[in-house]
């Protein structure tokens, strides 16, 4: 029975490891050739328009439906990158997941300031992740192999956030659309890197070794959870601590009285 059971659950996650990578390859490279064919040459002036602006400027919705296409992407390979235990846990996986969050956010309020505003913090958080991505890659022997081409596409990202922080600030906005798009490009790039790396994992390891890898991802979570909760432990130890030393302080001082 526990042969069974084993022998389902590998069977399961046989499907679900081909499965994440062909969602998110497929989404990246159809949003891609949406927004190149669509917002991307939708006017003249789009090199100086927002991405969010260029995107409402597209009659068509292709742009609107390409950024939201996008956020799922990520979505999908964050989840085949956990079922495959890559070195993701804490700060990598809740900024690529907060960068998919405000993209697909950001398709929902085409060419408002809003959306300016969370596409930015997007951008911003795609970029942090893809930079914490290259020391978790380097240090993980099946991930070896994309930590040099990913540090230099968060090399790319970084100059591209400075950019943009000059250009939206004392460079009046002159050519903001074409650094938001070159940086957009950059962090797709890292995205398809990481979906093809994925996929060549998800096909190349047995079922068995995708569960022990996954195993050890839900180890590294929970070993995060319970030093945070040691953490917190240990400072309502220490609150407790003092304040029965303030206690006995005051009690000292008025037995004296």
Same mark, same amino acid.
Do not use: K
């Given at each position: 029975?526990?042969?069974?059971?084993?022998?389902?659950?590998?069977?399961?996650?046989?499907?679900?490891?081909?499965?994440?990578?062909?969602?998110?390859?497929?989404?990246?490279?159809?949003?891609?050739?949406?927004?190149?064919?669509?917002?991307?040459?939708?006017?003249?002036?789009?090199?100086?328009?927002?991405?969010?602006?260029?995107?409402?400027?597209?009659?068509?919705?292709?742009?609107?439906?390409?950024?939201?296409?996008?956020?799922?992407?990520?979505?999908?390979?964050?989840? =085949?990158?956990?079922?495959?235990?890559?070195?993701?846990?804490?700060?990598?996986?809740?900024?690529?997941?907060?960068?998919? %969050?405000?993209?697909?956010?950001?398709?929902?309020?085409?060419?408002?300031?809003?959306?300016?505003?969370?596409?930015?913090? %997007?951008?911003?958080?795609?970029?942090?992740?893809?930079?914490?991505?290259?020391?978790?890659?380097?240090?993980?022997?099946?991930? !070896?192999?994309?930590?040099?081409?990913?540090?230099?596409?968060?090399?790319?990202?970084?100059?591209?956030?400075?950019?943009?922080?000059?250009?939206?600030?004392? =460079?009046?906005?002159?050519?903001? =659309?074409?650094?938001?798009?070159?940086?957009?490009?950059?962090?797709?790039?890292?995205?398809?890197?990481?979906?093809?790396?994925?996929?060549?994992?998800?096909?190349?390891?047995?079922?068995?070794?995708?569960? !022990?890898?996954?195993?050890?991802?839900?180890?590294?979570?929970?070993?995060?959870?319970?030093?945070? %909760?040691?953490?917190?432990?240990?400072?309502?130890?220490?609150?407790?601590?003092?304040?029965?030393?303030?206690? !006995?302080?005051?009690?000292?001082?008025?037995?004296?009285?």
């Amino acid at each position: 029975m526990f042969q069974a059971i084993v022998s389902g659950q590998s069977v399961c996650m046989r499907h679900l490891r081909t499965l994440y990578p062909l969602a998110a390859g497929s989404g990246l490279l159809i949003a891609s050739i949406m927004l190149v064919s669509g917002p991307a040459s939708a006017s003249r002036d789009v090199l100086d328009l927002t991405i969010g602006q260029a995107t409402a400027l597209d009659q068509g919705g292709a742009g609107v439906f390409a950024m939201a296409l996008l956020g799922l992407s990520c979505v999908a390979l964050l989840a =085949g990158m956990r079922a495959v235990g890559a070195p993701l846990s804490g700060w990598p996986e809740r900024l690529t997941a907060a960068g998919a %969050g405000a993209l697909a956010c950001a398709a929902v309020f085409p060419g408002t300031p809003f959306s300016d505003i969370v596409l930015v913090a %997007g951008l911003m958080s795609l970029a942090g992740a893809v930079a914490l991505m290259v020391r978790r890659f380097a240090g993980d022997e099946r991930w !070896r192999a994309v930590a040099r081409p990913f540090e230099w596409l968060a090399l790319g990202a970084g100059g591209g956030l400075a950019v943009l922080t000059y250009v939206a600030l004392p =460079g009046h906005r002159v050519m903001i =659309g074409l650094v938001e798009w070159a940086l957009l490009a950059i962090e797709i790039a890292a995205l398809a890197l990481a979906t093809a790396h994925l996929t060549r994992l998800a096909w190349s390891l047995p079922p068995v070794e995708v569960l !022990r890898h996954a195993g050890t991802y839900v180890q590294a979570q929970a070993l995060e959870m319970i030093t945070g %909760g040691r953490r917190a432990a240990t400072a309502m130890t220490v609150t407790t601590e003092n304040a029965a030393s303030g206690g !006995r302080t005051a009690t000292a001082l008025l037995t004296r009285h």
